[in-house]
């Protein structure tokens, strides 16, 4: 029985803000946001979207009523969780009217957690082949205004619908997963924003990678060969290029042109939208999948995610039969293109705007937002969440 992902899809909040105009408001070179890390846009949610809501915008018009009616999973993967006790996927499982008999979870381990929440989905519906299970990876990147880590800002969110006889991914069981208690990112529960050191991270992200894509080749007797196309954790769209620079002279001139090609395919969305931490693998791989017209039914992809702090892993999945049937590209489409440009000062004023946190009652202004679920206000310690479109 093969176990994957059926349906795959994303949402980023109504606003960006352009690189080059932050690059000139903060004294810098344009060309070190647009090609130094690979950044042409920064995906921006306002009050009224947070984790919860990214990820339930994501799953909301993916899913039919076939699909909600067999929905007995729901895994939140998120390093913005918005309570310190109950899980995002309980708000997540009323928004989108899932059954009551299901299980609701959250998991976290930085930018690595989806991966987890995917490969525990992969478990349940193995046990329970007529069940599936939706997985969400949701974050909002914040490190500051003015700050070195602010042009990798972002935010947004991926949805994934796990299944038996999937029409869109079959996850293949060759997982290789490394774990190591450093600390090149983290966030303290009293911050906001998060500390990192850029340098070690990105060290370390390419050692992760290193180690685990050996291990593979020991576990598998696999080459570059027997990949169609490798995607990557995405913090900025540099990123994976440098891991993937490691090992790209072990293939021969034409696979290595081929495999970069692909590469930079898997970028495009992340271009746009920035780091969404949780989700930002699976948004390369919609991203290749999207903007690709080459790849075939049974092409085989690599796929590296990370989490700072730091777990590793890599694996591997095979395109289905039908996968291009199962994608959402013009409606990806439509959603960047109606997104709005922000002024760096509206920007700015956005960003510094928070909820109470003193339990008082509060109303957001979401009149600008029209996504169908919103973070309307809060009210005696509780966030107050609406779906319009019930």
Same mark, same amino acid.
């Given at each position: 029985?093969?176990?994957?992902?059926?349906?795959?899809?994303?949402?980023?909040?109504?606003?960006?803000?352009?690189?080059?105009?932050? $690059?000139?408001?903060?004294?810098?070179? #344009?060309?070190?946001? /647009?090609? %130094?890390? !690979?950044?042409?846009? =920064?995906?921006? +949610?306002?009050?009224?979207?947070?984790?919860?809501?990214?990820?339930?915008?994501?799953?909301?018009?993916?899913?039919?009523?076939?699909?909600?009616?067999?929905?007995?999973?729901?895994?939140?993967?998120?390093?913005?969780?918005?309570?310190?006790?109950?899980?995002?996927?309980?708000?997540?499982?009323?928004?989108?009217?899932?059954?009551?008999?299901?299980?609701?979870?959250?998991?976290?381990?930085?930018?690595?957690?989806?991966?987890?929440?995917?490969?525990?989905?992969?478990?349940?519906?193995?046990?329970?082949?007529?069940?599936?299970?939706?997985?969400?990876?949701?974050?909002? $990147?914040?490190?500051?205004?003015?700050? #070195?880590?602010?042009? /990798?800002? %972002?935010? !947004?969110?991926?949805? =994934?619908?796990? +299944?038996?006889?999937?029409?869109?991914?079959?996850?293949?069981?060759?997982?290789?997963?490394?774990?190591?208690?450093?600390?090149?990112?983290?966030?303290?529960?009293?911050?906001?924003?998060?500390?990192?050191?850029?340098?070690?991270?990105?060290?370390?992200?390419?050692?992760?990678?290193?180690?685990?894509?050996?291990?593979?080749?020991?576990?598998?007797?696999?080459?570059?060969?027997?990949?169609?196309?490798?995607?990557?954790?995405?913090?900025?769209?540099?990123?994976?290029?440098?891991?993937?620079?490691?090992?790209?002279?072990?293939?021969?001139?034409?696979?290595?042109?081929?495999?970069?090609?692909?590469?930079?395919?898997?970028?495009?969305?992340?271009?746009?939208? !920035?780091?969404?931490?949780?989700?930002?693998?699976?948004?390369?791989?919609?991203?290749?999948?999207?903007?690709?017209?080459?790849?075939?039914?049974?092409?085989?992809?690599?796929?590296?995610?990370?989490?700072?702090?730091?777990?590793?892993?890599?694996?591997?999945?095979?395109?289905?039969?039908?996968?291009?049937?199962?994608?959402?590209?013009?409606?990806?489409?439509?959603?960047?293109?109606?997104?709005?440009?922000?002024?760096?000062?509206?920007?700015?004023?956005?960003?510094?705007?928070?909820?109470?946190?003193?339990?008082?009652?509060?109303?957001?202004?979401?009149?600008?937002?029209?996504?169908?679920?919103?973070?309307?206000?809060?009210?005696?310690?509780?966030?107050?969440?609406?779906?319009?479109?019930?």
């Amino acid at each position: 029985m093969n176990i994957g992902i059926d349906k795959m899809s994303f949402y980023t909040p109504a606003f960006y803000v352009d690189m080059v105009e932050l $690059a000139e408001a903060r004294g810098i070179d #344009p060309n070190k946001f /647009t090609i %130094g890390i !690979g950044q042409d846009q =920064m995906g921006f +949610a306002p009050l009224s979207q947070d984790a919860v809501t990214m990820g339930a915008n994501a799953a909301l018009n993916m899913l039919s009523t076939d699909d909600i009616a067999e929905i007995d999973l729901v895994i939140f993967a998120s390093e913005s969780g918005i309570d310190h006790s109950k899980a995002g996927a309980v708000y997540i499982h009323r928004l989108l009217g899932l059954p009551k008999n299901c299980r609701a979870i959250e998991f976290k381990e930085a930018c690595y957690a989806a991966t987890a929440g995917l490969s525990y989905a992969r478990n349940h519906v193995a046990a329970h082949p007529t069940k599936k299970a939706l997985v969400i990876g949701s974050d909002i $990147a914040r490190y500051g205004l003015n700050t #070195p880590g602010e042009p /990798t800002q %972002g935010a !947004g969110a991926v949805a =994934m619908l796990v +299944a038996a006889e999937p029409r869109l991914l079959v996850l293949n069981d060759d997982n290789v997963y490394l774990t190591d208690d450093i600390m090149d990112f983290w966030r303290p529960l009293y911050s906001e924003t998060a500390c990192v050191q850029g340098k070690y991270s990105t060290e370390q992200y390419i050692r992760f990678f290193n180690d685990v894509w050996e291990q593979y080749q020991a576990n598998t007797k696999a080459t570059l060969v027997d990949f169609a196309a490798l995607c990557f954790h995405l913090p900025y769209t540099k990123m994976g290029k440098k891991a993937l620079d490691t090992i790209i002279e072990t293939a021969s001139p034409e696979k290595a042109e081929a495999l970069m090609a692909y590469y930079q395919l898997s970028t495009k969305y992340s271009r746009q939208i !920035g780091n969404i931490y949780t989700g930002s693998l699976y948004l390369g791989v919609l991203s290749l999948l999207e903007h690709d017209e080459t790849l075939m039914p049974g092409d085989r992809l690599g796929l590296f995610s990370y989490g700072s702090g730091a777990v590793g892993e890599f694996f591997s999945a095979t395109l289905a039969p039908d996968f291009r049937k199962q994608l959402y590209t013009t409606a990806h489409a439509a959603q960047l293109q109606a997104r709005k440009q922000l002024t760096i000062a509206a920007y700015e004023d956005l960003f510094v705007a928070s909820l109470p946190t003193d339990g008082s009652t509060y109303q957001i202004d979401d009149s600008l937002d029209q996504a169908p679920i919103k973070l309307t206000g809060m009210s005696e310690h509780m966030r107050l969440y609406t779906n319009k479109s019930c």
